[in-house]
Structure formats: C-alpha cells, structure tokens
C-alpha cells in the first residue's frame, strides 16, 4: 500500500498546442510520480469523456480548468493521506465519480492521477514502471508500428485512409527494427521530395504529401523499402488504419468518391491484401457497422490481424461483446479511451485470455509521457503503435524502449504476427 501526501495538477501543452492534464502524485512523502494525459483526433463514440470547458474565448474552447479544479479540489480531499495499491486507487477514482464515462470528473483528469500514482509507486520501489505498472514477471519489448503516411483525419490532402505504416517484422533486436523503420522513413522522405512534393509531417510524424489514392500511397512505400535495401513481406510488411468511421455515412462508405457497401468495401480490402504485403488492418469497418465487422473477419481473419479501435474503445466489457460475435482478432489499447491503468489492464488480459493479439497505442495528440513504452513492455503487448520517426513526443517512446532493451533482451515478432505469416 502506497499512502497519497500531496496531489497536484495543472494545464499543459499537447503536440497540437491544445491543453491538456498532467497530475502529480506524492506517495509515502518524497516519491513524486507525474503523468500527462494524450488526446484524439479520431475518437471512438464510446470513448471516456475528455472534459473541456468549451468557453470559446479561452484556448478556443479547449482548456481544461474544470479539470485540474476537480483534481485540486474534491479528488485531492478524498485520496489525501490515504493509502492504496493501484487497483484501490483506481477503483477509488471511479467511485468518486460515479458516471459509465467519468464525464463528472473528466476521464483526463483520472487518468492523468492513475498514470501518476503509478509513477509514485515506482519511484518508491525504486524499480522502473516496465517492472511495477502490472503483476507480471515476463517482459517483452513490442514490434513498433511505424505510421510513414498519414491521411483521413491525420491530413488535409485525398486521403480516406488515416494511417499507412511500415511494420519492420524480419528482426532479432527491436533496436534493428527500429533501425529499418528509420532508414525507410528517409528514403521515403526523399522520394517525396523527388516528385515535388510537400514533406511536412502530420500529427504522428508521417508524411502528409498531396496523393489522392490509396494505392499510390501503397506503392511510393513500397518503393521506400526496396530502396532502403529491404524487402517488403520479408523483412517490412504494411499496416493499414481505415479509421472507416470517419467515411462511413448512412449504412455506406463514401471512399475515394465511391459509394461502397460493407460488402463491396471488403471485397476492396481484400484486394488490397491480395496485391500487397498488408498484416494488419485498423478499423477496417465502422464502429457503427458490427455485421460488416463480422463478415470483414469471416473473410480475412486468417490472413491479417484485424485490430479493434473505435469498435472497442479499450473497454472489456464492448471487448466481451466483440469476442461473443466473433468482431476482430485484435485491439489497440488506449490508456485514455478508458480512463485509467487498471481498467486498460483489465482489458489486455481479456483480449490475450481469448486468443486476440494486443497494440498499446498512442494518440494524434501526445506530450512527452512515456507511460506506453512500459506498459507495452510490462504486459508483453507484442506491438506498440506511437507514430513516425519524427517528431519528439512520438520518438520519446521508441528511446524509452531502446533504454529498456539494455535489460530486456526478449523480442519475438515472429511469434507476434506467426499465425498470418
């Protein structure tokens, strides 16, 4: 049991420059913990309640005063001088406040506080988080999706799909994985340049050139690799996020100014699968569209791992519900689409319990927080997802996992992505 001595919050800044929650946490006296809290630009409708003040004459509508009061006030007065483990203090929060979406209290400011308690505890153990965030004893460092080209809500040029990401398999240390993505995001980099084109970086560090399809996209990657002296579907493979919520639009989907049906958008991604060295598809289907969603993983659920986002929302109990009708083979786990540490630990064990492979994820809007390097690490995630290789809030988490390779040598990705390679 770790005792809370002091609580404190305040409004810091995003990487998109919008406001956000970090907390900081006191346990047993001199053991601080900190922790910033991450925010979407494609989120989930089912998604824990991110509180903002919406007074437009104040960081136009995004500050989150109401938040850090909430922190400082009533949250503060009901932890001070108590003591908990990380499933009590969680619970704790919950409790307090009493809302199925932590709208009373703002699901930033919970989990700005569990992130931070958790930072306390391990500083008092004096052990790192990877080591202490969840019971386990086996660690493992995760494959790292590596988000190249951005489009859909991630970019303003003509593409409806959000992320295109290089998905370096063929390796033994995750330090030679990350070397390739890096070598490939250069290459890319000057092909672009080569064909006139823009190579200013969207909120995840990838590329946002002006290309109108997703094919084209597809391709210039796929030319990246080879000339980076890989080969893809051996050493890389691709991974898409759809985000098909974004175009989803009166039971059809409005792509590349088509008109699609769920079938028809199927038989479109299988095609792509077919043609191209893909692994992973993202919210392939609307979170709105669960009969699409079933028969998109009749279709492909043998060939690439077809990972739940806006459909799950890291919530067990919509999980349960997706495993019950056979939706998916995979999540991506966000801290902050559930709130806090212990509800997001809940859920990867569920998944894992059921055979579904797990993502820890970042989001468009990151700070420097760390906190997914360890989690991905500590629960043996097998994938982590946090953006290109620019940017410093996207890179801070590939260096936290390169520190944490000096004493974790386990890496599998064979093992990770076997049953679709």
């Known amino acids: 049991m770790f005792k809370v001595t002091s609580v404190n919050s305040r409004q810091i800044l995003d990487s998109r420059g919008n406001p956000t929650v970090e907390a900081e946490i006191i346990v047993d006296d001199n053991n601080l913990g900190r922790g910033s809290v991450p925010s979407g630009a ?82 008092k153990l004096n052990k790192p988080l990877y080591q202490t965030i969840s019971k386990s004893n086996k660690y493992s460092l995760p494959v790292p999706m590596m988000n190249v080209i951005n489009g859909g809500a991630h970019a303003n040029n003509g593409l409806n799909f959000q992320e295109f990401m290089i998905i ?26 080569k064909l006139n084109m823009s190579t200013s970086v969207g909120d ?26 890989y080969v893809a579907g051996k050493h890389v493979y691709l991974g898409l996020d759809v985000a098909s919520s974004e175009f989803y639009v009166n039971g059809n989907y409005m792509f590349e100014n088509k008109e699609l049906s769920s079938t028809d958008f199927i038989t479109y991604l299988a095609n792509l699968c077919d043609k191209y060295p893909i692994i992973s598809i993202e919210d392939g289907m609307s979170e709105d569209d669960w009969d699409g969603w079933s028969a998109l993983t009749k279709k492909l659920n043998d060939k690439v791992q077809l990972v739940g986002d806006d459909v799950f929302v890291t919530n067990k109990d919509i999980l349960k519900k997706g495993i019950d009708k056979n939706i998916a083979n995979s999540i991506l786990i966000k801290l902050n689409q559930i709130g806090t540490i212990t509800e997001t630990l809940e859920t990867i064990d569920l998944a894992k319990q059921n055979g579904y492979t797990t993502i820890i994820s970042h989001r468009s809007g990151e700070t420097e927080d760390v906190t997914i390097a360890d989690l991905s690490v500590s629960t043996s995630a097998g994938q982590i997802k946090t953006g290109s290789l620019s940017r410093t809030d996207r890179n801070a988490k590939y260096n936290q996992l390169i520190r944490i390779e000096e004493n974790v040598k386990e890496y599998n990705p064979q093992k990770v992505f076997n049953r679709w390679l």
């Open 168 to 193: 370096p398999i063929g390796f033994e240390k995750y330090s030679d994985s990350l070397r390739a993505g890096v070598e490939i995001f250069h290459v890319l980099k000057e092909k672009i340049e």
């Open 42 to 123: 494609s989120t989930g409708a089912l998604e824990a309640l991110e509180l903002r003040d919406n007074n437009r004459k104040i960081f136009l509508g995004k500050s989150v005063y109401k938040a850090i009061d909430n922190i400082n006030t009533q949250i503060s007065k009901s932890v001070l001088n108590q003591s908990y483990t990380q499933e009590l203090f969680d619970k704790a929060l919950i409790d307090l406040d009493n809302t199925p979406n932590k709208e009373r209290l703002g699901a930033n400011a919970i989990l700005a506080l569990s992130i931070a308690f958790a930072n306390a505890c391990s500083r």
């Open 204 to 229: 995840e560090g990838g590329f946002a050139p002006q290309i109108e399809s997703n094919i084209e996209a597809l391709d210039l990657i796929l030319d990246a690799i080879n000339d980076a002296n």
